[in-house]
């Protein structure tokens, strides 16, 4: 029993705490939030026990309160009033109790009483907000609003109240700076008190949750620059004080480095990713924390998906780097353009040293063994971009490593849609390192390849249900055999005397790319089989470049039939034709394509006359 009224209190409140660390799953079935309620119940205890809020702060919040109590919550400067004596005191004291009762109410999903005492709460430290006593309970509890908030969509309040508290750790750092006092040890004997590192790691762990938050609301305002700012800075935060679960820190990181894959910062990207990888394989190897979930290697499946995701981000970067590559060095039929590749290699030179220099500094994560660990990965990667075919096949085996990785979870029994884009992503990487290959016999064998792992997909795919994933599949597919089919042809050009092999092997490959084309088109046709007026605007562009591949590739067939001949340029006009109608039709799809408009209009003129010309022939004969 206790002695005296203050050790009831103090015993009550420390018996609440435990209560509320007891994990869900720990309590009866039926009753999941029973040692929530029993905290609760403790709590209730305490504030009674407490006696009255002073200055009659019972009084149920004002209108400008759940704002964040006014100016404030905009982040303007707070005054330093010590709470000091017992009025402040007990005022202080109540302030744990609404809090701790605040995220009670918020944890059984009862957000609106979470709300009412986390507002309680600030209104009874306003004035002390600043002060070393009150600051990280205070900014704990505008955090609480902030999620809260945040959980509401009513994103801007949360943004009020995060700002808020972010303000408020800055100016506190930089006017006293000292640890302040753990909101736990308002109801410790002094001999308890916690030491000035323990304060301070408690303290900048409040800040770095601040941080995560504001990224998170950041993120949902699409101001992706300032959320990819604080998710970096969360991240460097949670690894200078040792505060982090290795999974849940390797898959932020490596998501961040999609933002920067985006932004081609492949430097920083690259380095998010290496990261990643070095904590990931901490998993299993670091020491039990209280802040350790049970996701952290008690479950095998959340281990191998998370390895599978963070391949995948992998995959991104290499593959992305590599387009960006051929983008900058192809002409304008989508080949190598040497001069180009020339005034890169130049410019080599000013990549490597901006290595040395901020960009580096500024985002590097850890220090000591563990940025050599980081080093030591990224090392092995390149972030320039590829200049030659050696660099480019460097990038594509680090990325087919990858895709080998992610495959090992996202399998097609069961992820149908994630083994889909890991393969579509290979056969990509096969794609862009072709367009660096000089040698045309090896760059069919790498379509080929793509074909051989694209259309096995297909055959067990239903069209009804993944309708949009068959049409990616089917015009990937025939644009593969399509540029396999114009390499044989450039192939047979420099033979004096292409033999029947060859021309055998360029008309199939002809052939199989009208196929997938045309199975491509006809996924576009209602119900009844007819071809739409009007196409959308999300499969447009891809149906304006079937039609016009149809119409070449019917170009293409090579016949000694004059009869059949006939027939495939006549195919071929029709689809020539077709763009040229629907582009003056709907004038918003000639943007869209066009240099395949151009090319149609000037087929449309000329074709006739070469037919004509081989009727004139055909009577002749």
């Known amino acids: 029993m206790a002695d005296s009224p203050w050790d009831e209190i103090r015993e009550k409140f420390q018996t609440a705490l435990a209560l509320s660390r007891v994990e869900l799953h720990k309590n009866p079935e039926k009753e999941p939030y ?76 009862e957000l609106s009483a979470g709300e009412e005492h986390l507002v309680k709460c600030l209104r009874l430290l306003r004035k002390y907000r600043l002060s070393h006593d009150c600051v990280s309970l205070y900014i704990q509890a505008q955090n609480n609003l902030g999620i809260l908030w ?102 932020n990181a490596a998501t961040l480095s999609q933002f920067y894959i985006n932004k081609q910062c492949f430097m920083e990207a690259r380095h998010c990713l290496s990261a990643a990888n070095v904590i990931f394989g901490q998993i299993g190897k670091i020491r039990t924390t209280e802040d350790t979930t049970e996701a952290e290697g008690d479950v095998p499946e959340l281990y191998h998906q998370r390895k599978g995701e963070i391949a995948r981000c992998w995959i991104k970067y290499c593959l992305t780097l590599m387009q960006n590559a051929q983008l900058s060095m192809q002409d304008n039929i989508g080949e190598l353009d040497l001069d180009k590749q020339s005034e890169l290699r130049a410019l080599r030179k000013k990549e490597l040293d901006e290595e040395e220099s901020v960009r580096k500094k500024a985002v590097q994560f850890g220090t000591g063994e563990l940025c050599d660990a980081i080093s030591a990965v990224e090392e092995k990667v390149s972030y320039l971009r590829p200049l030659d075919f050696e660099e480019a096949r460097e990038l594509f085996l680090t990325g087919q490593h ?27 990487l096969f794609k862009v390192l072709a367009f660096f290959e000089t040698d045309m016999e090896r760059r069919c064998k790498m379509h080929k390849r793509r074909i051989a792992m694209l259309e096995p997909l297909i055959v067990d795919l239903n069209p009804q249900y993944y309708l949009l994933v068959n049409r990616q599949i089917q015009f990937e597919i025939a644009h593969a055999y399509y540029d396999m089919m114009d390499l044989k042809v450039a192939i047979a050009d420099k033979l004096r005397d292409p033999d029947s092999h060859i021309v055998k092997k360029i008309n199939n490959l002809n052939k199989s790319a009208l196929k997938y084309y045309q199975l491509f088109l006809d996924s576009l046709r209602d119900p009844n089989k007819v071809f739409p007026e009007h196409i959308g605007e999300d499969v447009l562009r891809p149906a304006m470049l079937a039609k016009f591949r149809v119409a070449r590739l019917y170009g293409k067939i090579i016949t000694a039939d004059p009869k059949k001949e006939l027939e495939n340029l006549a195919t071929s006009l029709e689809h020539y034709k077709f763009i040229v109608d629907y582009c003056e039709k709907h004038p918003e799809a000639a943007q869209e394509i066009e240099v395949e408009l151009e090319l149609s209009k000037e087929m449309v003129s000329l074709l006739p006359t070469k037919m004509e010309r081989f009727r004139t022939k055909m009577a002749l004969t």
């Not at 945040?150 to 943004?159: N, Y």
Request: aromatic share 10%; with cysteine.
């Open 34 to 109: 029973k040692s929530k309620y029993s905290a609760r119940a403790l709590l209730e205890e305490v504030k009674a026990l407490l006696g009255p809020a002073p200055e009659d702060e019972d009084e149920r919040p004002q209108a400008d309160d759940s704002l964040g109590a006014g100016e404030h919550a905009l982040g303007l400067p707070a005054e330093l009033v010590e709470a000091e004596g017992p009025v402040a005191q007990g005022a202080v004291r109540r302030a744990v109790i609404e809090f701790h009762l605040g995220v009670n109410h918020i944890d059984t999903e």
């Open 402 to 428: 990858y895709v080998f990785e992610a495959k090992e979870f996202f399998q097609i029994d069961g992820y149908v849609t994630d083994h889909i884009e890991v393969v579509q992503d290979h056969s990509a």
């Open 150 to 251: 945040s959980e509401r969509e009513e994103i801007e309040t949360a943004q009020a109240y995060l700002e808020s508290s972010e303000a408020l750790y800055n100016q506190y750092m930089k006017e006293i700076g000292s640890p302040p006092l753990d909101p736990t040890e308002h109801f410790l004997p002094e001999e308890e008190k916690l030491p000035e590192q323990e304060r301070s790691k408690r303290f900048e762990k409040v800040y770095t949750h601040n941080l995560y938050y504001l990224a998170q609301v950041y993120q949902h305002m699409e101001m992706f620059e300032k959320a990819a700012h604080y998710c970096h800075s969360t991240l460097k935060r949670q690894l200078e004080h040792n505060a982090y679960h290795p999974m849940e820190w390797a898959i």
